[in-house]
């Protein structure tokens, strides 16, 4: 695959892989998000893994926060979203969206990464690992009605 920036015309490819990965996102939601990151190039960035035979295999979204748990440095590389194509997985994909997303972060004055995952979804958990993360907390969120 070719890892690169994103194109307005990767659009409809794009979302249809933030719908695979957030399916409980409203259509216009994804769209507004998609534009704000597209909009703000100084604290976003957009880079997908374009196939040899053309066609989208996946796509990374990371964006410049001021702090992140267990990070001792600022700005810091956040891990927004991080999606391959369950046929294209396994082969690498993931790791060179990850390193275009890494390598942009250290062009914008980062020293350290940091992301989040479900507790639950472990190869998500496992892969970050792999790719050179640690675990720096667990987080419990909590919900009831008052209304
Ligand atoms: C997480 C994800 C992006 C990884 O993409 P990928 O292209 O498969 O990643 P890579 O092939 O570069 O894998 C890198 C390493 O991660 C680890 N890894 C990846 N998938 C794994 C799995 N299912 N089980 C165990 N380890 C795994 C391996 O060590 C792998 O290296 P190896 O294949 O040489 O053993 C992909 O699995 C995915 O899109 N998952 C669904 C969406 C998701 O959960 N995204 C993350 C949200 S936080």
Known sequence: VNVRPVRPEDREEWLRRRTALWPHCARETHLA??????GDASRWAVFVAEKDAGGLAGFVE????????GCDTSPVGYVEGWYVDADQRRAGVGSQLLAAAERWAVAHGCRE???????????????????GYEEVQRVVQLRKWVG
């Open 113 to 131: 990464m940091a992301s989040d995952c479900d507790v639950s979804n472990g190869v998500s958990l496992a892969a970050h690992l792999a790719l």
């Open 33 to 38: 998000d998609m534009a704000e990151s597209l």
């Open 62 to 69: 990371i964006s410049l926060q001021e702090h992140a748990a």
